[in-house]
């Protein structure tokens, strides 16, 4: 029998007041699916963010606005690494090309953390030239994709100088190359981002800050070249590159002049097509409250005004063309309270995603005006590029940083620095899993009514990597012969709850581009968290309508595995109703995902801040003390002994009597 959530079920149950209102309305009326309650929270929170933007009437307002805004977002991804000078940098090759010169150049952005980069020259000399950062977009051969090629070669035949370099993941700078095979391990086009990117909310930090730091750093760099006039630098990027450009102009004044392409737009429409138009995982663009600390991209441009800088957007994007004329709506407003009104503008070309002719040559004729002092109708059409095979740029005698040179893995690096890092106080469970989501919404399910008098309830919580326990019959038959009152419970998202749409990942659950990834990272951006969401559904379920018609009231055993064994663990943390937990097939420790081979995890099983802020799966466990925990054919290891913490080999679900010896003996 399922007991679906209502207003009305929840109101009768006194619970209200406790856990904010119920989403769904009178009656048994359906509650919106995951996926709109999120939008519903984003189009909240960005309504108040644009009433504050659309308040400002003075400078002096917009300069506090703008400080705000980089306040928060420098602490939204865990602040930025500092250094002095420019970064250890080398020539590695050169090529002669028609009216420009390349230079392979390898620097560091951290001691002994290698970043593979281009330098486009004119071939012309004379006084120092105005220079240009191009961050890539996604792409698996990262700088040597034809389309920059085009776009550097153009520049540099303008007379820039012009420093483009491989984003972490992307290019020469594979973190997970399959030497063997030629190819990565995961894909060098976001594949990676993943898995460098997901472990580093739990440290409370975001991939945007290091790929921002790669970026900074290469500015160090062109910067200080004695032929490089440093107070005429601008910087173009498209799609992932149009990212790191908006965010490096928004943190750093030396950007002079940015163009950001493909790439503006509103984020909750944005997160309204992400799944069905683009799954693809991105974590540097998610940062932890980007939507709910009232940032988005309209507050990036804010940070950036009153600079010239110019939107290349098209038609047909998947970053969605109605958020980018909104936004730029909003920032020419707050350009026009600088006084700078024409230094904002914006170029949309027919067409899907990409850096199109069009844009590039609105993009030259920009940097020419603001750079150059050139008329700002005068447009110079580009001049045909032939681009190089990928193998002929590559800058490493292997075609890897991680290769012969040896750098330095992301990932163990990210942890050693995270290490060295201030401590901070430590924070409850409960302060970590407050939810502003609003609402509760789950379905229970009798699995085995009745249960003899003195046991326990045995309540299975449901996730998405694994089969719904209503299909492990054998296992609820064996719990209900010996006894038990078994009931499931889908939290939202999950199992009858699951969000009705489809992504091109392989299964719901992918964690590079399943359906779950995507929500998960809309949570984010709204200062929320999957897992702390379903944890509140579960305690709002231990609270009444688990045990309704348990009279007196059962103690709970609550069971999870995979996803769900985390949801299950944390619940009964901050819960001491709950009277034990068995979980199965669970990561006993989230520290390897930052060894150098790198593991990929959903996002949807991260609750940021937690190694920051709390401590790990033991800490977890040491918090259920002195309640009995079963980790049954769990991975790795906790470490040490842990009180009431029995470890075993064997799957409860496949051998049902683990769990039942376990019960009987926890009392």
């Known amino acids: 029998m399922n007991h679906p959530i209502s207003r009305r079920t929840v109101l009768g149950l006194g ?31 960005e309504a108040r963010r ?33 250094a002095q000078g420019p970064p250890t940098a080398r020539i590695a090759g050169r090529i002669a090309g028609d009216g420009y010169a390349i230079e392979k150049v390898l620097f560091e952005s951290f001691p002994g953390y ?61 973190q997970f190359w399959d030497a063997s095979r030629g190819r990565s391990r995961y894909d060098l086009s976001c594949g990676e981002h993943c898995v460098l990117g997901n472990p580093l909310y739990l440290l409370g930090m975001s991939f945007a800050r290091y790929r921002i730091w790669d970026a900074i750093r290469a500015l160090d760099h062109l910067a200080s070249l004695p032929d490089v006039d440093a107070s005429r630098i601008g910087c173009v990027g498209n799609s992932g590159g149009g990212n790191l450009t908006a965010y490096l102009a928004a943190v750093d004044d030396r950007v002079r002049v940015p163009v950001v392409g493909c790439y503006i737009t509103s984020l909750p429409r944005r997160m309204a097509n992400r799944i069905q138009e683009d799954p693809s995982s991105d974590p540097e663009q998610d940062p932890f409250g980007f939507v709910g600390r009232g940032i988005d991209h309209a507050g990036l441009l804010a940070m950036i005004a009153p600079r010239p800088t110019l939107l290349c957007s098209a038609e047909r994007d998947f970053f969605p063309i109605a958020g980018t004329r909104a936004t730029f709506e909003e920032a020419r407003h707050l350009y026009g309270v600088a006084g700078a009104e024409d230094r904002i503008g914006m170029t949309i070309a027919p067409g899907p995603h990409g850096l199109s002719r069009p844009l590039r040559e609105a993009a030259y004729a920009w940097f020419d005006h603001w750079l150059k002092g050139e008329p700002k109708d005068a447009r110079t059409p580009e001049f045909a590029a032939s681009p190089r095979e990928p193998a002929e740029l590559h800058v490493c005698s292997d075609g890897q940083v991680n290769g012969a040179l040896g750098s330095r893995p992301f990932l163990p690096m990210a942890w050693e620095e995270f290490q060295r890092r201030p ?126 018609g348990h009279a007196p009231a059962r103690p709970v055993v609550l069971c999870g595995r995979r996803d769900s064994a985390l949801v299950a663990m944390l619940a009964a943390a901050v819960e001491p109703r709950i009277a034990a937990v068995a979980v199965e ?41 002195p309640r009995p925990v079963l980790a049954a054919s769990c991975r790795g290891s906790l470490g040490r002994t842990l009180r009431g913490v029995q470890a075993v080999g064997d799957a409860f679900t496949t051998k049902p009597a683990v769990l039942l010896d376990w019960v009987v003996a926890a009392g």
Request: glycine share 12%.
């Open 15 to 45: 619970l209200s007041a406790a856990l904010g209102p119920a989403f769904g309305g009178p009656g048994d009326a359906p509650a919106p699916d995951l996926h709109r309650q999120l939008l519903a929270l984003a189009e909240a929170q």
């Open 50 to 82: 644009r009433a504050r933007f659309e308040a400002v009437s003075t400078a002096s307002q917009l300069d506090e606005l703008r400080a705000s805004l980089r306040g928060s977002f420098l602490e939204m991804i865990g602040g930025l690494p500092s």
């Open 114 to 174: 290698h970043v593979s980069a281009l330098m486009y020259r004119p071939a012309q000399g004379g006084p120092a030239h105005p220079g240009i950062l191009s961050p890539c977009g996604h792409s698996e051969v990262g700088k040597a994709h034809g389309t920059y090629q085009t776009l550097h070669i153009n520049l540099a035949k303008r007379g820039y100088v012009v420093l483009t370099y491989d984003p972490v993941g992307q290019g020469e700078r594979s």
């Open 423 to 548: 401590r901070r106080p430590k924070v409850g469970l409960k302060t970590l899993l407050r939810t502003g989501a609003g609402g509760i919404d789950f379905r229970l399910r009798d699995e085995a009514a009745g249960g003899r008098e003195g046991r326990p309830l045995i309540l299975l919580v449901n996730g998405n990597e694994a089969p719904e326990w209503r299909r492990e019959r054998g296992f609820i038959d064996a719990l209900s012969a010996a006894g038990y009152a078994v009931r499931s419970i889908d939290p939202r998202g999950v199992g009858s709850l699951r969000v009705p749409l489809r992504s091109r990942g392989e299964r719901y659950d992918d964690p590079l581009s399943g359906v779950e990834e995507n929500l998960a990272y809309n949570a984010f951006l709204a200062g929320e968290s999957l897992v702390a969401m379903r944890v509140a559904d579960v305690l709002a379920a231990v609270a009444g309508p688990a045990t309704a």
């Open 585 to 625: 097939d669970v990561p006993l420790s989230f520290l390897p995902l930052f060894e150098a081979e790198g593991l990929a995890i959903n996002a949807a099983s991260l609750l940021p801040g937690l190694l920051r802020d709390f401590g790990d799966i033991p800490e977890i466990l040491a918090a259920l003390a």
